[in-house]
């Protein structure tokens, strides 16, 4: 498989953050083949940014149709052999595709290659936390420190499109029962922001999470 990578970034009203998760991907030591923002629907000027980038980025705009759909509309576009995920309020740090497709390259047996997160306020520096050792890190994988094989698409397929579904988390879940190996570079590969928006503030996901809960319990009691 060529070693192309694209970078999907679902956006919806993320102007205050999206020109600086371009312009993550944009000084990556090992850039991105194609990046490619999906515009969900947004209200305020989330288009405008990603347009601003010109040809750096491919926009999909789309009608207000949630995260799972404007994903798999991301991936739909890719041509990448390898797919980087990115939410738009985050960033990623200079080396991580690098130090992801070094860990893939050297070891054809993982499908999924992630790594830590450094979460910061909104506000802050978060590159001046690294820099001091700083900050929290937390090692879990997350979508957003996920560069992946395109096959493991090909095993597991899209993401959900159930709007009562945490998307990413039912994914993760069937990658988990195909079995297919995560391993980490064990280095901060992200910059995740945390501020009044975060899809984990919001009250009322919490009925999204257990809907998602459900129905990954009642897939594994059907097989």
Same mark, same amino acid.
């Given at each position: 498989?060529?070693e192309?990578?694209?970078v999907l970034?679902?956006?919806y009203n993320?102007e ?16 991105p083949d ?7 629907g ?39 052999? =390898?797919?980087a995920?990115?939410d738009a ?8 595709l ?8 050297s070891r ?5 290659? =992630? ?6 306020q909104?506000?802050e520096d ?7 050792g700083?900050?929290r ?11 992946c094989?395109?096959?493991?698409f090909d095993a ?17 879940a069937?990658?988990?029962?195909q ?11 992200? =910059? ?5 928006n ?10 999204? =999470?257990v809907h998602?809960l459900?129905t ?8």
């Open positions: 498989m060529t192309t990578i694209s970034i679902p956006a993320a205050p953050f999206l020109a600086e998760a371009i312009e993550s991907c944009l000084a990556q030591t090992r850039l194609q990046i490619i923002v999906i515009d969900d947004s209200t305020d000027r989330t288009g405008e940014v990603a347009r601003s980038f010109a040809d750096s980025i491919t926009l999909i705009s789309l009608e207000r149709s949630g995260a799972g759909v404007a994903r798999n509309a991301g991936l739909a576009a890719a041509t990448g052999g =390898y797919i995920m990115l309020d985050d960033r990623m740090t200079s080396n991580r690098e130090l992801q497709m070094e860990l893939l390259d054809p047996e993982v499908g999924i290659a =992630y790594g830590h997160q450094l979460i910061f909104d506000g978060p590159a001046e936390h690294h820099a001091n700083t900050g890190v937390l090692t879990q994988c997350v979508t957003g420190t996920v560069t094989r395109r096959s493991v597991v397929g899209p993401f959900s499109n159930d709007p009562d579904t945490i998307e990413v988390l039912d994914w993760f069937r990658i988990d029962d079995g297919i190996l995560k391993a980490s570079v064990e280095e901060v590969v992200l =910059y995740r922001r945390h501020h009044e975060n899809w984990s503030t919001q009250n009322q996901n919490r009925l999204k =999470y998602m459900k990954v319990l009642d897939r594994r009691r059907a097989q």
